[in-house]
């Protein structure tokens, strides 16, 4: 099939994206590549150039979040649960068991750079309601700005089959998502996507640039032949697509060589690795407000004096003093109505606040909220990241 029948590029002499221009940056590291499959041992000389290469992104600007596998492939070595499919209380008993062994892992390597790195578990369930999902996103956003690095895994040991991810590509484009994070990296056993499956087909070749998740691309995906890694292609579309509509740009790339990472520094066609990028066409945060503005159900509306109202038009966050009356009934991260005191609508945004606590600082400065809440909340009522202009 011709690549340019695929919503792809023609050639690889386009493709020019690459690495070195991303901001926040998530790299999903698949079990297969941390874990050497016959000792059950993590993959010490592999992981150390991985952490030079997370070093050699941080030394440029770069945010870098590890989204990591590997936890049952640990975990079931040191249980002695070898030599057979395991069930699923016993995933989640190497799960257990593997975890502290690779958080352990990231902390050594990276402590070579002197980078701290904080472990966070996470569920389906927290990634998608509301609440939870704000609470991660500000976690992982102090660590970075405090300079950490956030090395992400499913909760494997309490998410239940029907609450779970169970892979991680599609874990970390939900990160990706939740983060606005610009770049991810799927480092692979399988170097990106290609027109038919490359094991059976010699004549299937690789496609560098995917700018639309076509039924052909889909397609292409087919059934995880044997020997890949636990999600297969099929999930890595799933990811592609979860990425794309966050404004998130996607990259597949194979893992196993040594600085995988900085491998994708230069384009193919500039002597980088071979991989395939997927490009969504709108910026994570172009993609955060559409989809912001896109709420048909707002829970609540917030009238707003006519200085807020003038910060508003310049781009700045809605302070809790500028409020001056609420309506409805809403909880922290749902969306609102902002209106002037003559009834236009102003904006629509994402409340810091559930609706009592709203309705117990609006008019007052935010240097006083946390006396009278007894905890300290955001400075915004809504933050101007979560604020579209209507
Ligand atoms: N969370 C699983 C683990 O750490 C891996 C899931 C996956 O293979 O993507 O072992």
Known sequence: MPADATGSESSSEDATACLRDARRLIVKIGSALLVDETTGQIRREWLDAMADDVALCRSRGQEVIIVSSGAIAVGREHLGLIGRPLRL???QAAAATGQIRLAHAYQETLARHDVTVAQILLTLDDTEERRRHLNARATIDTLLKLGAVPVINENDTVAT??????????????????????TLVLLSDIDGLYTADPKRDPSATLIPEVR?????????????PPGYSSGGMVTKIAAARIAMSGGCRMVIAKGKRMNALSALDRPFSDGGAP??????GAEPRTAR??????????????????GAAAALSRGSSLLPAGVVSIDGDFQRGDVLVVRARDGRELARGLSAYAVEDARRIMGHHSQDTADILG????????????????
């Open 89 to 91: 209380e016993e995933k």
């Open 161 to 182: 089959s029907e609450i779970r991810f169970g892979d991680n590509d599609r874990l970390a484009a939900r990160v990706a998502q939740m983060v606005s994070a610009d």
């Open 212 to 224: 639309e998740l076509t039924p052909d691309i889909e397609g292409m995906a087919g059934e995880p």
């Open 275 to 280: 991989c395939t990028w997927f490009l969504p």
């Open 289 to 306: 407000k559409r989809w912001i503005a896109g709420h048909i159900n707002a829970r609540g509306t917030l009238v707003v004096d006519d």
């Open 375 to 390: 905890y300290r909340g955001r400075a915004e009522m809504i933050h101007r990241d979560d604020l579209v202009l209507s």
